[in-house]
T-cell receptor
Framework: ELKVEQNPLFLSMQEGKNYTIYCNYS?????LYWYRQDPGKSLESLFV?????AVKQEGRLMASLDTKARLSTLHITAAVHDLSATYFC?????????????FGQGTRLTINP | EPEVTQTPSHQVTQMGQEVILRCVPI?????FYWYRQILGQKVEFLVS????????KSEIFDDQFSVERPDGSNFTLKIRSTKLEDSAMYFC?????????????FGPGTRLTVL
């Protein structure tokens, strides 16, 4: 059974600090996505990682993918309150045809002033 | 900017009743999906749909569930006889292709409450 595990599940941090969210998965895949979800809202696409060694950055967030280790990281630099949300990684496990995403449990990030 | 829309935003129903959740995918997208998220839990894949056929479905998507693209714009999820455990947020998503670069865009969701 495919497992996508995020660590930590809850993270409370102060503004200005750096931290990393980890996403481990148990199958071979070179397509991984990061999404943000605000309370009661939909999923907002943050990063699309499509190959081993892929690194993407947007503002204070940076995501990377190591397909050999089956690990993706989402790094937060100098956190600000606006980044408080739940972050999900999702692994694409489709072989052909339409995509099938398997999500991690989510990391609820709270950034305190 | 094009977006996926869903109606209704909130649906309350009695156990055993049928519900239909509606989605309008982004107009040039060819692949459509339904996911659900039970409150406080992770997002779970239900079904993918392409060329008027189901491409893949999960174990959750049993005989009580069906999907349809009744016209050129709508994509629906029907639950024939709702159970208490069907209470969840249901997200529709669409993507242009199923190729390497295949980003799914999610709708705002329909919150289904089964009483």
């Amino acid at each position: 059974e495919l497992k996508v595990e995020q660590n930590p599940l809850f993270l409370s941090m102060q503004e200005g600090k750096n931290y990393t969210i980890y996403c481990n998965y148990s199958t071979t895949s070179d397509r991984l996505y990061w999404y943000r979800q605000d309370p009661g809202k939909s999923l907002e696409s943050l990063f699309v990682l499509l190959s081993n060694g892929a690194v993407k950055q947007e503002g204070r967030l940076m995501a990377s993918l190591d397909t050999k280790a089956r690990l993706s990281t989402l790094h937060i630099t100098a956190a600000v309150h606006d980044l408080s949300a739940t972050y999900f990684c999702a692994v694409d496990v489709s072989i052909q045809g339409a995509q099938k995403l398997v999500f991690g449990q989510g990391t609820r990030l709270t950034i305190n002033p | 900017e094009p977006e996926v829309t869903q109606t209704p935003s909130h649906q309350v129903t009695q156990m055993g009743q049928e519900v239909i959740l509606r989605c309008v995918p982004i107009s040039n997208h060819l692949y459509f999906y339904w996911y659900r998220q039970i409150l406080g839990q992770k997002v779970e894949f239900l079904v993918s749909f392409y060329n008027n056929e189901i491409s893949e479905k999960s174990e959750i998507f049993d005989d009580q569930f069906s999907v349809e693209r009744p016209d050129g714009s709508n994509f629906t999820l029907k639950i024939r006889s709702t159970k208490l455990e069907d209470s969840a947020m249901y997200f529709c998503a669409s993507s242009v292709t199923a190729g390497v670069y295949n980003e799914q865009f999610f709708g705002p969701g329909t919150r289904l409450t089964v009483l």
